[in-house]
Structure formats: structure tokens, C-alpha cells
């Protein structure tokens, strides 16, 4: 089986910054697509940024010039960079990963997220 394991999620002040991570264990073949969704209260999920394993990124308008999304693919871990957080930035957020394990088809997985809040 997979485990998406995040970390650095919490409370910081408008303006602060944060640094989520994301490792990924198991069985893994290949990695193919790592990325990050949130969840306000409310709302529905939404992708914030993804990173294709040759480093291509996508990112949601709304965070284009705060966050950057990036991946050590040797460590199958993938990284946010939070600058210059909103108090809309609050959510949880939620690794996710295309991958494919050993003898099965790829297949969509998902972390267990990690609540960033930003309120002064």
C-alpha cells in the first residue's frame, strides 16, 4: 500500500510564511504527477499546485507568485512554499499523488491533510 505523509501545517500571522511537506512509501513504481489540493470551510476542494516528475508546475491563480510547488524525486517527496499568506490561504490541505505501485495500475492517492490556518 501507499502512505502520503504531510507535515508543516499550522497557525501563522498574515503575511508569514509556511512550508508543507509531502513523502510518499510503499511499493512505488513510478511517481507521475505530485501535488497539493485544499479544502476551506464550506468549499470544495480545489488543486492548488502540481508537479509533474520532469518539473512541469501548474498553480491555481490564486496563489501564482505566493507559493511554489516543488519535489525531490529521489525522496518521493513533494514540497509547498507558502509566502505572503491570506487569511483565505486558511484550509486544510491535502497531498495528492498519481503514482503506479509495483504490479498494479496507476492510481490516484491522497494524503490525510494538514490544517493551515493564517489569522492574526
Known amino acids: 500500500q501507499v502512505q502520503l505523509v504531510e507535515s508543516g501545517g499550522g497557525l501563522v500571522q498574515p503575511g508569514g510564511s509556511l512550508r508543507l511537506s509531502c513523502a510518499a512509501s510503499g511499493s512505488i513504481f513510478s511517481i507521475y504527477v505530485m501535488g497539493w489540493y485544499r479544502q476551506g470551510p464550506g468549499e470544495q476542494r480545489e488543486l492548488v499546485a502540481a508537479?509533474?516528475?520532469?518539473?512541469?508546475?501548474n498553480y491555481a491563480n490564486s496563489v501564482k507568485g505566493r507559493f511554489t510547488i516543488s519535489r525531490d524525486n529521489a525522496k518521493n517527496t513533494v514540497y509547498l512554499q507558502m509566502n505572503s499568506l491570506k487569511p483565505e490561504d486558511t484550509a486544510v490541505y491535502y497531498c495528492n499523488a498519481l503514482l503506479k505501485l509495483v504490479g498494479e495500475s496507476p492510481n490516484d492517492y491522497w494524503g490525510q491533510g494538514t490544517q493551515v490556518t493564517v489569522s492574526s
Open positions: 508537479i509533474t516528475s520532469g518539473g512541469t508546475t
